[in-house]
């Protein structure tokens, strides 16, 4: 092994570190879409933009960040218990993905999004889980934990 491929191995060894601290044990991405679509993430960032809610998990690759998942939830006026189901999931909660391959997320049927912590504000903590089924009767499902980052809109 050449004095270049050592050199590469620590610095990809050293970012990979990195990106993987950016990921807490309670975040994950998982689902039966996984055959049809890769949902690997080194990074989990969680945005206050307004009233939505952002949870966007990142891939990074050596040709660009790739957006595995985003989730973005209308989170003004949630219910008592910071969970939404049912038509008001799909009428508040959308997903999307931005990956090299152009790859998308199918229809949504139905979902869930709860809030087991939920302080929604700069700084504050937020953890919850989602579940959703798609129209093709494949699921998907992420859990996040972490502090929120506010988004000014100008």
């Known amino acids: 092994m050449g004095i270049r491929h050592v050199i590469f191995a620590i610095i990809a060894g050293g970012l990979l570190s990195v990106s993987l601290g950016a990921c807490g044990e309670d975040d994950y991405l998982e689902g039966s879409i996984s055959d049809e679509l890769n949902l690997d993430f080194d990074e989990l960032r969680l945005h206050k933009q307004g009233g939505f809610l952002l949870v966007e998990y990142v891939h990074r690759t050596f040709e660009a960040s790739e957006t595995t998942c985003k989730l973005a939830a209308d989170v003004t006026a949630l219910?008592?218990?910071?969970?939404?189901?049912?038509?008001?999931?799909?009428?508040?909660?959308?997903?999307?993905?931005?990956?090299?391959?152009?790859?998308?997320?199918?229809?949504?049927?139905?979902?869930?999004?709860?809030?087991?912590?939920?302080?929604?504000?700069?700084?504050?903590?937020?953890?919850?889980?989602?579940?959703?089924?798609?129209?093709?009767?494949?699921?998907?499902?992420?859990?996040?934990?972490?502090?929120?980052?506010?988004?000014?809109?100008?």
Do not use: C, M, W
Not at 114 to 132: M, N
């Open 79 to 154: 219910p008592e218990d910071h969970a939404i189901e049912g038509l008001d999931f799909l009428q508040r909660v959308t997903l999307r993905r931005s990956t090299v391959q152009y790859s998308v997320f199918p229809q949504v049927r139905e979902g869930k999004l709860e809030l087991k912590e939920f302080e929604f504000e700069h700084g504050g903590s937020v953890e919850g889980t989602f579940y959703v089924l798609f129209e093709n009767d494949l699921t998907l499902e992420g859990g996040f934990s972490g502090k929120l980052v506010e988004i000014q809109i100008e």
